[in-house]
């Protein structure tokens, strides 16, 4: 299964903007990539997915680098309820995910 | 919408006890999917299924056993309970239908079932 690597944390000030880094070298051409968010106590909670373009719903938004070996997920205005662990996953032709350790994000009020 | 649904919510279990988690989905999603999640850890895939009468293993299915009648539920259970399946469960379920591939549906999960085995 193709790998990804995150960061193991990340700060934020309230109301400013949060990218989160993901890498993915052995991507395939038909891995799609996915992001997950866990709140304390909670479930995983879909956030966006994409291929190849750029993606944008009304949580965040996914960029991905040309050659997919890299994408951001980008929280535009960070609020205290986004203090979460972000996970970065590669969903292909076998439908299953493999959650890593992911990026806790932490927000200051 | 209920989504997924998971019971019970807590459950403590002495060793060697059995027990079934309940699973049940209101979206007619064709895929369900089992995962555990120790503290501090990312979840594991124990069982999956495309469909009903259709399951196949995960990455950690021993001391598991899970089955797919219906395409609403999935129950996991457990036969004899030991200290290491202490853990949260959570349940999942995905579509098959739309985009290009199965990778590209998103999976909804449950609010998970606390386990604690003494």
């Known amino acids: 299964d193709a790998k990804t690597t995150q960061p193991n944390s990340m700060e934020s000030n309230e109301e400013e903007p949060v990218h989160l880094p993901c890498n993915h070298s052995t991507i395939s051409g038909t891995d799609y990539i996915h992001w997950y968010r866990q709140l304390p106590s909670q479930g995983p909670e879909y956030v966006i997915h994409?291929?190849?373009s750029n993606v944008n719903n009304r949580m965040a938004s996914l960029a991905i680098a040309e050659d997919r070996k890299s994408s951001t997920l980008i929280l535009h205005r960070a609020t205290l309820r986004d203090a979460a662990v972000y996970y970065c996953i590669l969903s292909g032709s076998d439908y299953k995910l493999s959650f890593g350790a992911g990026t806790t994000v932490t927000v200051r009020a | 919408n209920a989504g997924v649904t998971q019971t019970p919510k807590f459950r403590i279990l002495k060793i060697g006890q059995s027990m079934t988690l309940q699973c049940t989905q209101d979206m007619n999603h064709n895929y369900m999917y089992w995962y555990r999640q120790d503290p501090g850890m990312g979840l594991k895939l124990i069982y999956y299924s495309v469909g009903a009468g259709i399951t196949d293993k995960g990455e950690v299915p021993n001391g598991y056993n899970v089955s797919r009648s219906t395409t609403e539920d999935f129950p996991l259970r457990l036969e004899l309970a030991a200290p290491s399946q202490t853990s949260v469960y959570f349940c999942a379920s995905s579509s098959h239908f739309g985009g290009s591939g199965v990778g590209n549906q998103p999976q909804h999960f449950g609010d998970g079932t606390r386990l604690s085995i003494l």
């Open positions: 994409g291929l190849t």
